[in-house]
């Protein structure tokens, strides 16, 4: 099934820790993109990427970094200069000009 | 940037009612398109709609790019159609996307 996936589903951090959420797609999109949402509140961007190699700063990337190697892959760290990281995380890709959203990661800084 | 506005907020509908949701953008548009995101996180594209009217099923939807707004029409809805509708706005020669706050619909039986 062609799709994009995401890992973990839940995750719980310590203050001070840096954490990796993976994002896979299968799809064979060349734009991906990161987004977070806070409760109650739209779809912030975060990074995006629109080739291999290369990747740009959203709205709010400080705190965040990314990666591209390769097309299928899109992992995203949060760092420990994130000041409020809890929240929930999601993944995207664009396939003639409409965008497909990964199930999402719950962060959760203890 | 650009500016998104939806309503209502939020919405609450007896099973089998209509609804009209709103989306209003402050500047001119190439991408418009429409998400609903279920209880459990889930965002499922609804719709592709830079401008015109296009229908799938009970949903459709309408831009008027010339005045600004996107309408998204939910015909009898059902249980299933709760969540958040949000819509998603993207400027010429722009690979971004503008997300509105959503409007968040509870169908009741």
């Known amino acids: 099934d062609g799709g994009i996936t995401q890992s973990p589903k839940y995750l719980f951090r310590k203050e001070g820790q840096n954490v990796t959420l993976s994002c896979e797609q299968n799809?064979?999109?060349?734009?991906m993109y990161w987004y977070r949402q806070d409760p109650g509140q739209g779809l912030r961007l975060i990074y995006y990427?629109?080739?291999?190699?290369?990747?740009q700063k959203g709205d709010i990337a400080e705190g965040y970094s990314v990666s591209r190697e390769k097309k299928e892959s899109f992992p995203l760290t949060v760092t420990s200069a994130q000041k409020n990281p809890t929240a929930f995380y999601l993944c995207?890709?664009?396939?003639?000009?409409?965008?497909?959203f990964g199930p999402g990661t719950r962060l959760t800084v203890l | 940037g650009i500016q998104v506005e939806q309503s209502p907020p939020d919405l609450i509908l007896q099973e089998g009612a209509n609804s009209t949701l709103r989306c209003n953008f402050s500047d001119s548009v190439n991408n418009l398109q429409w998400f609903h995101q279920n209880p459990w996180g889930q965002l499922i594209n609804l719709f592709y709609?830079?401008?015109g009217t296009k229908q799938n099923g009970r949903l459709s939807a309408t831009t008027v790019a010339t005045e600004r707004y996107s309408l998204l029409y939910i015909s009898s809805s059902q249980t299933t159609d709760s969540g958040v509708y949000f819509c998603?706005?993207?400027?010429?020669?722009?690979?971004?996307?503008?997300f509105g706050k959503g409007t968040k619909l509870s169908v009741i039986p």
């Open positions: 990427s629109q080739i291999v190699n290369d990747f």
């Open positions: 998603a706005v993207g400027g010429a020669g722009s690979y971004q996307l503008t």
């Open positions: 799809l064979n999109h060349d734009a």
């Open positions: 709609i830079p401008s």
């Open positions: 995207a890709s664009t396939g003639d000009r409409q965008q497909f």
